[in-house]
Each structure stands twice: as C-alpha cells, then as structure tokens.
C-alpha cells in the first residue's frame, strides 16, 4: 500500500495551466483532480457521472440554464450527472474535483478545452 499524504498548495505550485485537470490521488473508482481555471468554462454534461466542485481558493460561479450558484472558498457542490453546466471563473480559482476515473472533462462536448490524457501530479 502507498499510502503518503498530499499537499494541496504544493501540488497547485506545481502548474500554470486554465482548464486542464491534474490527477493527484484515485479512490474507489474516482479520480481526485486539481484545476486551475480563469474564465468561462464550455457548456456541457456528464450523462453517467456525479462531480464534486471543492472551491480551494477563489469564486466560482457555477452556471445553470435556470439559475446561478456563487462557490466560495472551502464550499463544494455536487453536480449531478444529466445536469448541464458551466463553471464561470472571474478571476483565478483553484478547485478539487472528485469524478470517475472516465469521466471527460467537457463531458459531452468536445473543443479545444477537452483533456483526453491528464497528468498525474
């Protein structure tokens, strides 16, 4: 068993990148992922899967077609799969997700922001 613990702030010094989700820990299935993201994400949805946003540091706004929901800074939601939506960063926010291990990060859309290889950090 590795079992080590991991640092948050160490492991987001480690990149620069908006938008690309970094693998830093699996469990159960899931994929525990840190992003650093600036701006308005693609519209999309998971038709399988469940995502937890945990808003590290920063704002999120985390769109919907019917309403709007502000993430601060040590809250989470759960966006649950079927749903569609759109994580709008006004300025730099760092967030730990939690997905399984297939999950693409555009979801069912596919654009110059769909990460199909992540790298583990």
Not at 91 to 112: C, I, Y
């Amino acid at each position: 068993m590795n079992m080590e613990k991991v640092n948050l702030l160490e492991k987001f010094s480690l990149f620069k990148e908006q938008w690309s989700p970094k693998i830093v820990g699996e469990l159960n299935g899931q994929h525990i992922k840190l992003v650093k993201s600036e701006g308005a994400f693609v519209w999309h949805k998971h038709e399988n899967e469940d995502e937890l946003f945990l808003i590290v540091k920063g704002k999120l706004n985390m769109e919907f077609r019917d309403k709007t929901i502000v993430l601060e800074e040590g809250e989470f939601l759960i966006v649950s799969r079927g749903v569609e939506h759109r994580p709008v960063a006004v300025e730099e926010v760092w967030m730990l997700l939690f997905e399984p291990v297939a999950t693409l990060n555009t979801g069912n859309v596919v654009d110059e922001k769909t990460k199909h290889a992540l790298d583990r950090i």
